[in-house]
């Protein structure tokens, strides 16, 4: 069964600090993997796709690695802001499903 | 120039009633979802069409019924409501189904009392 394991379930820092998140999975044949930021009340949006090939992408200060081997990625948030408080959700794709997997998400809250 | 746009925003109904939830997408994608997310912030996938063909619907209670007249939109109807369809369904486009990136809407906070 396909499965995304998000960790931690929430975390609190501080302004100017960093942080990772992590993300084990368990689809199985892998197309890609792609994070997800919810902002509160508002609807998820794409911040990085990863495939098979791809070790590392950035996307400003956000930083996503993918272990194919080990089956995880993490999401690495560097000089945290304040408006970097949202849920960050994992969704892995399947090479054999229409249905992407989606993560329970991290909630992150920065704090000033 | 919103890309996803879905209505009303926010829904409170009595059980028992039945309420529509519009989606309309302005993307050009070919395929659209309805999602609901529950209180502890899960997203689950409940329909999925794809050039106007149901393709994906993952055991919701046929009380739901989807419509799409065309490939722009995709409409959730729901009968005889329950205290359990409380949530927020978010409506979503992409092109095509081999993983390019979904774009969600803004949300649709339903609450049934």
């Known amino acids: 069964k396909n499965q995304v394991e998000q960790s931690p379930q929430s975390l609190i820092i501080l302004e100017g600090k960093n942080c990772t998140l992590q993300?084990?999975?368990?689809?199985?044949?892998?197309?890609?993997l792609r994070w997800y930021k919810q902002d509160t009340g508002r609807g998820p949006v794409s911040l990085t796709i990863?495939?098979?090939?791809?070790n590392t992408k950035s996307n400003g200060r956000y930083t996503a690695t993918l272990d194919a081997d080990t089956k995880q990625s993490s999401l690495h948030i560097t000089a945290s802001q304040l408006s970097d408080s949202a849920s960050y959700i994992c969704v892995v794709k399947s090479g054999g499903s229409y249905i992407p997997t989606f993560g329970r998400g991290t909630s992150l809250i920065v704090h000033p | 120039d919103t890309a996803v746009s879905q209505t009303p925003k926010y829904l409170v109904t009595q059980m028992g009633n039945d309420k529509s939830i519009k989606c309309e997408q302005n993307?050009?994608?070919?395929?659209m979802y309805w999602y609901k997310q529950d209180s502890k912030k899960f997203l689950k996938i409940m329909f999925s069409y794809n050039n106007k063909e149901l393709i994906i619907n993952e055991t919701v209670p046929n009380r739901f019924s989807p419509k799409s007249p065309d490939k722009a939109h995709l409409n959730l109807h729901i009968n005889s409501l329950e205290l359990g369809d409380s949530a927020v369904y978010f409506c979503?486009?992409?092109?095509?189904?081999?993983?390019?990136?979904?774009?969600f809407g803004e949300g649709s906070w339903l609450t049934v009392v």
């Open positions: 990863m495939t098979f090939s791809e």
């Open positions: 993307l050009g994608h070919d395929t």
């Open positions: 979503a486009s992409s092109q095509g189904t081999g993983g390019n990136t979904i774009y």
């Open positions: 993300c084990n999975y368990t689809v199985s044949p892998f197309s890609n």
